[in-house]
Each structure stands twice: as C-alpha cells, then as structure tokens.
C-alpha cells in the first residue's frame, strides 16, 4: 500500500486540527497539505509544508524599486517578464517541502538534481518494506534504437510475461535473503547496512525532499518532459499539478517559456531571419550541424 496504517492516521490527525496563521496562504496549495497523491503502484507524493505564493515572487522582484511600483504592472505580467528573461532569484522566495515515496532507481536518477535538501529513509537503521515497483504491461518496453537512454518498441506477448516473471521473481527471492541474512533465528545475524546491498533497485524508498521554486521548476522542465524517463515523469506531472494551484501565475508562465518554449542558437536565429526574408538556408550555409539544423526544424517547421 502507498501509505502505512501509521502514516495514513497521522495524516488524518493533522489535517483535522488546522490552525491560524498570520504567515501567507495559498489557498490551492491548502488543499493540497498532507494529502498522498498514489504514483506508480506503490508510490505518491505528499505536501508537507510550502512559503510563499505567486505574490511572494513579485514583492521580492519589486524590493529593488521601492514602494508605488505595484500599479505599474500588475503581478502576472511581471511574473511571466521575470520568467521571460530568465531572473531566477524572484523564484527562490517561494519553497516547498515534499514527502516522496519511489522506487531506488528513480531515486538515484531524481537525486542527480543537486539543489534541493534531501533526508531519506535509512536502511542502516530500519528494515524496508516488501514493496517493489513492478511496471504494467504497456509501460515495458526494448530497448530504443536510436536514443541509448531511451526505450522503443512495447513488449508484448511471452516475451512481457517473461519479463514479468522474471522481476517479480528475483525482487522476491533478494527480499527473502535479505530477511534470512537479518534475522535472528538460528544466527546472530548480518547488520543491516550490510544486508541491505542485496536488495534489488526496484525496492521502495521514501524521503523528505525540500526545494525552492526556481530550482523546482528546473527538475520539472527536465522531468515532466515527454522524453524524460516514464518511471520519473509520473512523478513530476504530478508535483506540476501541485504547483499550479500553488503558483498560478509563475506556473502559467513556466508552461508558456519553459515547457513550451525553445531556446535557439545564435546560428538558428539568423536562419530563421534569412526563412522570413524568403532566403534560402541550409545547415552549410549558417554553420549548423544536421543534428542542430534537425532539432530547429522540429520547432519552427
């Protein structure tokens, strides 16, 4: 089950003693506090705390100006400004505190983001749970011919039905040794540091994972990405639902800049000048290689 009989009480008791505050509230993110949003088949997601809101961000942009600038602009306009040209310490004002649950192999990917403080469940000190992440059908897939880190075609038939069995076995077996080499039945038993490097990456973890809103909407336009892996993406769509009712400005403007935007090379910017004058352009004649000239054609084509 995603939450422990524990944790799931525990949620329930905080969210029915709700206290004032005189500190900001977003009234989105409210509704999002202690709730576990289920990933994968044993995961979720979970607010713990956050500071700040979209007017966070604005009343840090505007401190460098003084009072009597609010009525030049109004918020949402100088969020997407600030989002447009790329000032990041705005952004930084607003945080947000997560508990995750996930498998260890979308941990160590997910880690890579080295701008967040991170606290994990320890296996030196406690036993992990007899959960493994076990993908569906549809979500098992070759190897991709053409990306080296990517997938292709899906698996079906016997070869899926071996695959399954094949990672339900094993992930049972190493968890069986893994209990025999802990126990004290019969033997004194191996330390659980120790015990715990037979265990397979597909067993579940869980950690408090605190970051500002810059460096989120960093992991969030690499993660939520189409071509980011399935197993970390589900992850991040769901953390983007959480923000956009946090942050609805900045996260409208990330959509628009970010996730639906592109940056384009001093090269590919002088060969779109020369498309809208009617030239004609190649890669050659602009100084881009193929694979350049490809990914520009993906956008402006």
């Not at 037979?198 to 067993?203: G, K």
């Not at 769509?237 to 990330?254: G, L, S, T």
């Not at 890669?283 to 193929?290: I, K, L, R, T, Y």
């Given at each position: 089950m995603p939450l422990s009989p524990e944790q799931?009480?525990?949620i329930e008791e905080l969210r029915a003693t709700p206290r004032p505050t005189l500190r900001t509230v977003s009234e989105g993110m409210e509704a999002h506090l202690y709730k576990a949003r289920p990933v994968l088949d044993h995961g979720f997601v979970r607010v713990i705390d956050y500071m700040g809101d979209d007017a966070a961000i604005?009343?840090?942009?505007?401190?460098?100006?003084?009072?009597?600038?609010?009525?030049?602009?109004?918020d949402e306009g100088l969020i997407r400004y600030l989002m447009r040209h790329w000032h990041s310490t705005p952004f930084e004002m607003c945080e947000l505190k997560l508990h995750v649950k996930l498998p260890v192999f979308v941990a160590r990917q997910w880690i890579r983001h080295r701008t967040a403080n991170v606290n994990e469940?320890?296996?030196?000190?406690?036993?992990l749970?007899?959960?493994?992440?076990?993908?569906?059908?549809?979500a098992l897939a070759a190897q991709s011919v053409v990306n080296n880190q990517g997938r292709g075609a899906t698996l079906s038939g016997e070869e899926a039905d071996r695959v399954l069995e094949i990672l339900k076995g094993d992930a049972a077996r190493c968890y069986d040794h893994?209990?025999?080499?802990?126990?004290?039945?019969?033997?004194?038993?191996?330390?659980?540091?120790?015990?715990?490097?037979?265990?397979?990456?597909?067993?579940?973890?869980?950690?408090?994972?605190?970051?500002?809103?810059?460096?989120l909407l960093h992991f969030l336009r690499l993660r939520a990405d189409s071509h980011a892996q399935y197993e970390i993406r589900v992850y991040?769509?769901?953390?983007?639902?959480?923000?956009?009712?946090?942050?609805?400005?900045?996260?409208?403007?990330?959509?628009?800049?970010?996730?639906?935007?592109?940056?384009l090379s001093k090269q590919m910017v002088e060969a779109v000048r020369l498309m809208l004058k009617g030239e004609e352009v190649?890669?050659?004649?602009?100084?881009?290689?193929?694979?350049e000239w490809r990914e520009m054609m993906e956008v402006v084509g």
């Open positions: 799931a009480a525990e604005c009343q840090a942009a505007r401190v460098s100006y003084g009072k009597g600038t609010k009525s030049v602009q109004n469940y320890s296996a030196r000190y406690s036993i749970d007899r959960e493994f992440y076990i993908p569906e059908r549809d893994y209990q025999q080499m802990i126990s004290d039945d019969g033997q004194d038993g191996l330390a659980r540091e120790l015990a715990r490097m037979n265990l397979p990456a597909n067993i579940y973890t869980q950690w408090y994972w605190k970051v500002d809103l810059h460096n991040a769509e769901a953390i983007c639902e959480m923000v956009a009712d946090w942050v609805p400005f900045a996260y409208r403007a990330f959509e628009d800049y970010r996730m639906g935007g592109a940056t190649t890669a050659e004649s602009v100084g881009m290689s193929a694979r």
